[in-house]
Structure formats: structure tokens, C-alpha cells
């Protein structure tokens, strides 16, 4: 991985974010919005963005905020890989994104003019704005990219999923490049409402609303929802080294799996079989892992259930593992969270920093690993981190990743 991106709830770029994370800052926050009084919790973590100020107005009309979010991420990717067109092989060049949710501002405000308005007319790039493989087509046209442009969209395990399945492409030399992650924006009406209408999302918590995701915790309540867009660019270890590229460190494996036992419900040997894929896949033993980036969404089933399936895998080695749960402060991307925690985790390699597990103070039996509770731990070396993806619909996703040597 020689380029990395990302802007979020807790900064506009990969470096701000990372310090941002390091510090336990958290992007949650009381919605400021006219339909905030509609919801029952209304908290969110927004990303701090206004389009106008990175797009001209002709283009700006034709991009949901989910494709301002991809553009974005996936431009600083480019950058800090140091790459120009003209190196670039463009037919041998491709982009994989991942989105659970897709255009969901420009078909809530659809409906609205339609149905709330009582109105025929809507906005005549609603199609192009809405579909799912916008913010996939634009990262395309910007590059000049003609290889495989693909979207992938499996709930919040999306962006690791698009990870994973642009490594496998340039791992069997089918590509040269890929720009690779996640983007998401569901902070419309429609969409938190749907989201309520679960039962998931956590209760704000009245003394300190950005504490209101606890993962792991036992007072936790639910998950935050979040916004924003990470990118990676991928590139066969050979080509970076030759053109003297920075190297942010290695994906080695990728495990992917399928719950069948219910369609919201985790299930321990589905994350478990992910897993232990990914390490085969990587050649990794058990005790050559140093972390976990976990998918701690801050739900009562998501976080017991990766617990045991964390214990099913390393057994009592499980306790000396560190692991940290980075949605309790830039709340949950669904579909864009995978890659967002990937650039996560790339950097706490790269700085030795293991990033804090926020507003973890009620200790649960359930959950009684070491989950690097509100406090960064510096100086600490991490050669292999698992990042995980966990998602409704049973797909479960597991990267291995190793630092930068």
C-alpha cells in the first residue's frame, strides 16, 4: 500500500485523522439539523465538509455527497503515493469501492420533492447522483483509470471486501494499480430513520453526547452512525520499491466469509472461519499477530460475539492481544468503515501507536479482553494487525496487515 486517504468525522485528511484517533477526539456530536427533533437520538458523527469548496459548481451538481467523499480520499491516495499520469498504466489501472448505502442524500431528497412536495419534477441527475457505482465511475474518469471499475456493496463490510478483492487482482498480476476503499454518507432523514427503525443506534448519552458509543463496554448502547470516505492505493511490491514509492505496509491476506444463520444476526463461527482464512491465506501464525482493529460497532451482539469469536481463534492467547475499537469516536461509516480502519491501522503500525478504544469505563464479563481502553499506548511496535469487517447480510471480512519494513 503506497498511498493513503481519508476524510471523516475526525479530520479532512489521513494525517489528521490518525492524530485525531491517537488523541481519543471523538467526531460524535448532536445533530444541527431541521429534521434533528424528528429523531430519537440525534447524534451523529459528521464529517466537517462543504463540497463547494473542493468541486466547481457544473460538476458539483452531478455529485452526491457519497462521490464528493470517494473523490476526495481517493485524490490525497494518489498524492501521497506519489503518483502522475504518466507512470500510470491506465488499462492495467482499476478501482474498487465499496458502499453499503450509496447516493442516499440524492434519493431522500427524491422522495421528498416527490412525495413530500407532491411535486413531478426532481432533479435530473437523480440516477446518476443515486447509483451505487458513482463514487467508483468518478475515481475512474479523474485517473484516467480503464481497468476494472467495480463497486462492491456488502453492508459494513463493503470497503474491506473492495480492499481485499483489488489485492487478490494485482497479487495475480491481472493489474498493475488499484485504488482501492470505501465511501459513505447516510446522514439524511430517510436514513437515520431507518436505522432507528432497528433498534441499533446507541442512546445519546446526556452528560457527554461524543461518549455515546462505548464498544465493549457494558453500558453500551448502540452504534453511531458516521460519514466519509478512506482509500488505499495498492501496487505490486516490485513497482513501489522500483519508482521508490512510500510504502504505508503490506496487505498479506484477505479472508471473507458467509453467516447463514440470520440476516442481522453475528455469528461466532462465521467470524471466526474469516479469520482463520485470512491468516492461511497470509501464511501467518496465530502468535505472529500483534493487534486487532476490531469491528466494534458498540452493539450488545456485535461486541460479545467478537470477543468469542477473537477467543475461538487465539484461545488464551487472546489476552495478550491488544485491540482497539476506533468507532467510538469517529462512529460507524457502514459501508466505508473497513478502509477507513485499514488506513487506521496502517498508520498505528507505522508510528508504533495502538489507538485507544474511547469511553470504555464499565467493565463487561462478556467482553474481557484488552481493548486499549481510552488512552493511545505509544512506543508499541505492531508488525501484524487483523482489521475487521462484520456486516448485516452475514459477510464477514478479516485483512492482514503488516507494517512498512
Known amino acids: 500500500m503506497t498511498g493513503v486517504g481519508a476524510i ?42 462543504e463540497g463547494e469548496h473542493h468541486f466547481a459548481p457544473p ?3 452531478m455529485l452526491d455527497r457519497v462521490s464528493q467523499f470517494a473523490l476526495i480520499a481517493a485524490n490525497e491516495a494518489v498524492a501521497t503515493a506519489r503518483l502522475d499520469k504518466g507512470e500510470i498504466n491506465a488499462p492495467r489501472s482499476g478501482v ?16 421528498q420533492t416527490l ?39 456488502t453492508a ?58 462505548k464498544p465493549f463496554s457494558r453500558n453500551r448502547s448502540g452504534m453511531v452512525l458516521g460519514e466519509g470516505a ?18 504505508y505496509g503490506e496487505t498479506l491476506g484477505y ?49 460479545s460475539t467478537e470477543t468469542a469469536a477473537i477467543k475461538a481463534v487465539f484461545n488464551a492467547d487472546a489476552y495478550r492481544i491488544p485491540i482497539s475499537a476506533t468507532k467510538s469516536i469517529h462512529g460507524h461509516l457502514l459501508g466505508a468503515a473497513g478502509a477507513l480502519e485499514c488506513v487506521l491501522s496502517l498508520l498505528a503500525m507505522q508510528y508504533e501507536t495502538l489507538l485507544p478504544t474511547m469511553h470504555l469505563h464499565a467493565a463487561d464479563p462478556e467482553c474481557d479482553l484488552d481493548y486499549v481502553p481510552n488512552r493511545a499506548r505509544e512506543g508499541v511496535a505492531a508488525r501484524i494487525m487483523l482489521s475487521h469487517s462484520f456486516a448485516f447480510g452475514g459477510t464477514n471480512a478479516v485483512l492482514v496487515l503488516k507494517c512498512r519494513e
Not at 440470520?262 to 502468535?287: C, K, Y
Request: some cysteine; charged content about 15%.
Open 115 to 153: 412525495y413530500g412536495e407532491n411535486s413531478d419534477r426532481i432533479k435530473p441527475f437523480t440516477v446518476l447522483m443515486g447509483m451505487y457505482n458513482a463514487p467508483a465511475a468518478w475515481i475512474s474518469i479523474e485517473h484516467g483509470l480503464r481497468g476494472p471499475c467495480l463497486t462492491y456493496s
Open 255 to 303: 479472508g471473507v466469509t458467509t453467516d447463514i444463520g440470520h440476516i442481522t444476526r453475528p455469528s461466532v463461527e462465521g467470524q471466526t472461519a474469516a479469520m482463520l482464512n485470512a491468516l492461511s491465506v497470509a501464511g501467518i501464525d496465530l502468535s505472529e499477530v500483534d493487534a486487532i482493529n476490531a469491528h466494534g460497532t458498540g452493539t450488545l451482539a456485535n461486541d
Open 230 to 247: 478512506a482509500m488505499v492505493i495498492l501496487e505490486p511490491w516490485e513497482t513501489a520499491v522500483a519508482r521508490g514509492a512510500p510504502i
Open 8 to 49: 471523516c468525522p475526525l479530520g479532512a485528511n489521513a494525517t489528521e485523522t490518525f492524530e485525531n484517533a491517537r488523541l481519543g477526539r471523538s467526531g460524535i456530536q448532536r445533530l444541527d439539523t431541521a429534521f434533528a427533533n424528528r429523531l430519537l437520538s440525534p447524534i451523529a458523527a459528521s464529517a466537517n465538509f
Open 96 to 111: 474498487f469501492v465499496g458502499t453499503g448505502m450509496g447516493g442516499t442524500q440524492t434519493i431522500d431528497d427524491g422522495y
Open 59 to 61: 460538476k458539483l451538481r
Open 156 to 213: 459494513c463490510a463493503s470497503s474491506a471486501v473492495a480492499i481485499g478483492e483489488a489485492w487478490m487482482r494485482v497479487a495475480r498480476g491481472e493489474i498493475d494499480l488499484a485504488i482501492a476503499g470505501g465511501a459513505e454518507a447516510p446522514l439524511s432523514c430517510g436514513s437515520l430513520k431507518a436505522w432507528e427503525a432497528l433498534h441499533t443506534l446507541a442512546a445519546i448519552d446526556d452528560n457527554d453526547p461524543a461518549a455515546s458509543c
